[in-house]
């Protein structure tokens, strides 16, 4: 029996549907006026930039084939610069100790209306990203999110440790994160369950995507 919230593994052909369901949920969250223009200007860049990032993990929540979450993961390789080396001119390579691995997590979105159950789509989105890390050794998260969406994060049980000051990107006043490892170890313990049931994702084929005005 079809669930009315599916979780899927998505492949790297898929990058614009996911720039497109990023910069409506944006608009949506923000209310921002802009030009059809300034959209599409935006998507070329996305775009651009997420096809750097080849390593990635990209999951999202379908409901009846709608894009409804998402988020991306990938562990840095040295001559991959994370968006938030750009935007705020931070070096992560100095916050950590030498081979400590670098994730980053970004393009997270939930649909406005979308998490019926609570903040579960939240929850197991973050939780598919960070169980990415957990197979590696002790990684270092990184991000940037806006304001309300760090103060979330931290209602969760997630140690987030903010590591400059906010600026204005995509629409809302957004901070650079880290995330150390024994800060998520807690949160990941705690959803072990949303883990079990939806890790099935590595064996399903991503539907046909319906994009959503």
């Not at 050794?137 to 969760?156: M, N, Q, S």
Request: with cysteine; hydrophobic share 40%; proline share 5%.
């Amino acid at each position: 029996m079809k669930k009315d919230i599916e979780y899927y593994k998505m492949p790297p052909e898929n990058i614009h549907e996911l720039i497109h369901f990023i910069i409506n949920e944006n608009h949506l969250h923000h209310r921002e006026i802009v030009t059809a223009e300034d959209i599409n200007s935006t998507r070329q860049i996305l775009c651009a930039e997420e096809k750097q990032y080849f390593n990635s993990h990209i999951f999202v929540a379908m409901s009846y084939n709608i894009i409804c979450g998402s988020i991306r993961i990938f562990q840095k390789t040295p001559t991959q610069i994370l968006p938030l080396e750009k935007i705020f001119n931070i070096n992560v390579e100095a916050l950590v100790n030498a081979g400590t691995p670098i994730y980053h997590i970004g393009r997270f979105a939930v649909s406005k209306g979308a998490d019926k159950r609570g903040f579960h789509i939240f929850k197991t989105l973050i939780a598919l990203a960070l169980q990415v890390v957990q197979q590696g050794h002790r990684g270092i998260v990184f991000a940037e999110c806006d304001v309300k969406l760090l103060r979330t994060i931290r209602l969760l049980g997630i140690e987030a440790e903010a590591i400059g000051k906010p600026t204005l990107y995509l629409g809302s006043e957004t901070v650079p994160i880290k995330l150390p490892w024994a800060g998520y170890q807690i949160f990941l313990n705690k959803n072990k369950d949303i883990l079990f049931n939806e890790l099935r994702i590595f064996n399903l084929e991503l539907p046909d995507i319906n994009v959503s005005p």
